[in-house]
């Protein structure tokens, strides 16, 4: 069956058990779906809005060995992130992205995910290759992947235009980056089109009631306003920052929020050429990231203890932007910083009241809902593999585990700009049901194209038969912080 939501929607007419049910479509759920429907698992994955609405297309887009937990002296968490990096490569085909990282190492301005004692000039660059080689013995490196050390000069002439003054040296070092939405849509097709599960957006979960050996499930499309009541025997809640739905949700995990913010910048501006930067401190005693992201370049986040707009859409307000700036301002010889567009997400952390969140692990927690129910909070989008598995090992007696990917060549070359073809694409193998879906998930045409891509709209709305679609999709465009005020 083609990952299409009316083909999915015209099979649920006449099915209505399932041996699994995931609610919610982010990069946890959908993993779990594909792990537990190449098993043979007859699963279902619902999601209330759009696949990746939530976290997982928001994220910075790093796969990353979680070098700033090397300082929280969190050495587990680094090691399974980097062993992780080495089973990724081989299965997520080209949504992998090798990519190199500069850490510049300023005087006076020591990594602020360094201990205080390691931030003073004498040994901060000491420290930083302690970590680093540590960084590299904990994956098990090859030498073409170790980190390197790079003298003033050389770091001119990779970025001519970062900061000199001050500078000492710099080292740089390998990582890796995704394209989380479409890595969750990728993971999606699979498991509908070779596994047969089945995974449909805009059905929200409204309420679980346990009868006998099964959940029975109270659905609403929320697209046509039509009940669903299904029947489950196990369920997975990979609900993100939501609260589980209906009579369950005073057992939900307690979590706490924390927003991020991004820039998205046209083209090479900062003339990082293909590379990152680590950018080592910011005024609030954190790290940020200068990152390439298919020909444009991305800078974030922030860490916030509050967001702007709703869980289901964030936006990067005002203050978020002014403070991106001024810190790209602070390392980078440059005047004035245009952006195309921006976005805002929100984490899910352990509520730990002792604990700021930035100093949060970004460790993932079970919640034993019921009997066959567990909920999922937490985590990073490089740990998804892992989390996916060991909540399906907690429910089943069996071992699960990620399949080789397909479709990950097709998935990247959806173009960026409107396309007649691809947009019919999206409607056959990426379950679009609204125009947002194919310019803000499926492709990157909203973040690529100023005020969220608003001229291609017409072209775009002539598919859909909602007649207040063109209405629909200019207050999410503006939901998102993506239309310019004065258009
Ligand atoms: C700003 C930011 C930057 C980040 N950067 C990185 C990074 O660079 N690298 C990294 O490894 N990690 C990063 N992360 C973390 C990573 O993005 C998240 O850990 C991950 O995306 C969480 O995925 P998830 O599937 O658990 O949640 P989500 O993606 O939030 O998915 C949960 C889904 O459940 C749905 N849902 C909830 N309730 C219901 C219901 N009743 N019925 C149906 N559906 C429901 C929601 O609509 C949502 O789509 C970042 C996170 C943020 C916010």
């Given at each position: 069956m083609n990952f299409s939501r009316p083909e999915q929607l015209q099979e649920l007419e006449s099915k209505s058990e399932f041996d699994l049910l995931i609610i919610g479509g982010g990069i946890v759920g959908s993993a779990a779906l594909q792990m537990a429907s190449s098993k043979g698992l007859d699963s279902i994955l619902l999601e209330?809005?759009?696949?990746?609405?939530?976290?997982s297309s928001r994220s910075t887009k790093l796969l990353h060995g979680?070098?700033?937990?090397l300082p929280q002296l969190q050495f587990g968490l680094v090691k399974e992130s980097l062993l992780e990096q080495k089973i990724l490569v081989k299965l997520l085909g080209d949504l992998y992205k090798p990519l190199k990282l500069l850490a510049p190492i300023y005087k006076d301005d020591?990594?602020?995910?360094?201990?205080k004692i390691f931030q003073f000039n004498a040994v901060s660059s000491i420290a930083f290759k302690i970590g680093l080689t540590l960084y590299d013995f904990l994956g098990s490196r090859d030498k073409n992947q170790k980190h390197l050390n790079i003298d003033k000069s050389e770091t001119k002439k990779l970025f001519?235009?970062?900061?000199?003054?001050?500078?000492k040296k710099s080292f740089m070092f390998q990582d890796a980056q995704t394209d989380d939405a479409k890595l969750v849509v990728t993971l999606l097709r699979n498991a509908v089109e070779i596994n047969n599960a089945k995974a449909i957006n805009?059905?929200?979960?409204?309420d679980i009631t346990k009868s006998s050996s099964k959940y029975k499930i109270k659905v609403l499309n929320?697209?046509?306003?039509r009940d669903h009541t299904l029947y489950a025997t196990n369920i997975i809640a990979a609900t993100g920052v939501h609260n589980l739905p209906g009579e369950y949700k005073e057992k939900s995990s307690k979590i706490k929020y924390s927003g991020g913010a991004h820039l998205v910048l046209r083209g090479d501006p900062l003339k990082i050429n293909g590379h990152g930067i680590l950018l080592?401190?910011?005024?609030?005693n954190r790290i940020m990231f200068v990152l390439p992201w298919f020909g444009n370049t991305i800078v974030g986040t922030t860490d916030t203890e509050s967001f702007s707009g709703t869980l289901d859409r964030p936006f990067a307000n005002n203050q978020d932007k002014e403070y991106l700036i001024r810190h790209v301002k602070k390392y980078f010889d440059i005047e004035d910083i245009e952006y195309i567009s921006s976005w805002s997400g929100v984490r899910a952390l352990i509520?730990?009241?002792?604990?700021?969140t930035k100093n949060v692990s970004r460790g993932h927690f079970f919640k034993n809902i019921d009997d066959k129910f567990i909920q999922i909070s937490g985590g990073k989008l490089t740990g998804f593999r892992l989390i996916a598995k060991e909540s399906l090992e907690l429910l089943f007696d069996k071992k699960f585990d990620l399949e080789r990917l397909s479709f990950t060549e097709e998935v990247l070359e959806l173009s960026n700009q409107f396309s007649e073809t691809d947009l019919e694409i999206c409607f056959q193998h990426?379950?679009?049901?609204?125009?947002s879906d194919y310019m803000l998930r499926r492709t990157h045409l909203s973040w690529f194209?100023?005020?969220?891509?608003?001229?291609?709209i017409r072209k775009i709305i002539?598919?859909?038969?909602?007649?207040?679609i063109e209405k629909e999709t200019l207050k999410e465009l503006d939901d998102e912080g993506l239309l310019y005020k004065n258009n």
């Open positions: 209330k809005n759009d696949f990746a609405s939530g976290a979680g070098i700033r937990y020591g990594f602020s995910d360094l201990p001519p235009i970062l900061k000199q003054e001050k500078l805009y059905m929200e979960i409204k929320t697209l046509n306003n080592p401190r910011t005024e609030d509520d730990n009241k002792l604990t700021s990426y379950c679009i049901a609204k125009p194209n100023e005020n969220g891509g608003k001229n291609e002539g598919k859909f038969e909602n007649k207040n």
